[in-house]
């Protein structure tokens, strides 16, 4: 079982419309958990980030974390053509030190 | 603002070279981490570093070597090239339990 699961892809989603991304995790001692986003050609950048089990909402973007189910998601609100992009999930395991290890990534478009 | 430098954006290196990437970091980051990302399999964890002179290796260390000899320094070597390597390869680096931040990429070709 790879340690970071995301939904494989691509996904299309209709301009306006709420784009959710989903991704499974198994090391239950995973603290950190975190979402980016990857232009094409670009570095990866922060979109969110979550630490405890619930909702986090920053502008369109909502986190929801249940370590219970070791699950974590991204939902995009109103898309818009600009959240093009493919979206990694991140989670920070703890052995004494910090292992940042990534999802493979979900390709998301969005139809104008 | 953080800034993360890699030394090169584009290298073409030919099999058997022993090649270095550079990563430098600016804002007194204690972990810094080497990745390698391919179409299809994501970013995948090479090496990582929480301390000067402190390594550990990551999912895919084999055919790699890394030096962290200054905090905001870290290197990642390729000790002899193999058209296996071509990719591109990413440095990141953050704080404890923080979100990292990443270099602009090298894309390494070996011919």
């Known amino acids: 079982q790879k340690e970071v699961e995301q939904n494989s892809g691509p996904l299309s989603v209709p301009e306006g419309a709420i784009a959710s991304l989903n991704c499974t995790y198994s090391?239950?001692?995973?603290?950190?958990f975190f979402w980016y986003r990857q232009y094409s050609g670009k570095s990866p950048e922060l979109i969110m980030s979550?630490?405890?089990?619930g909702d986090k909402e920053d502008g369109r973007f909502t986190a929801q974390l249940n370590k219970a189910s070791q699950y974590v998601s991204l939902l995009i609100r109103d898309s818009q053509p600009s959240d093009s992009a493919t979206y990694l999930c991140?989670?920070?395991?703890?052995?004494?030190?910090?292992?940042?290890?990534f999802g493979t990534g979900t390709r998301l478009t969005i139809i104008p | 603002d953080v800034k993360v430098t890699q030394s090169s954006r584009y290298l073409v290196k030919r099999t058997g070279e022993k090649v270095f990437l550079e990563c430098v970091q600016d804002m007194d980051h204690e972990n810094m981490f080497w990745y390698r990302q391919d179409p299809g399999l994501g970013l995948r964890l090479i090496y990582f570093?929480?301390?000067?002179?402190?390594?550990e290796k990551g999912d895919i260390p084999e055919g790699y070597s890394v030096s962290r000899e200054k905090k905001e320094r870290f290197s990642l070597i390729l000790e002899s090239a193999s058209t296996n390597q071509t990719s591109m390869y990413l440095c990141a680096s953050s704080l404890w339990d923080t979100e990292a931040f990443f270099g602009q990429g090298t894309r390494l070709t070996v011919v």
């Open positions: 570093s929480y301390d000067v002179k402190m390594k």
């Open positions: 991140a989670v920070n395991q703890k052995f004494g030190n910090e292992k940042l290890t």
């Open positions: 090391d239950r001692v995973s603290q950190s």
């Open positions: 979550i630490y405890s089990n």
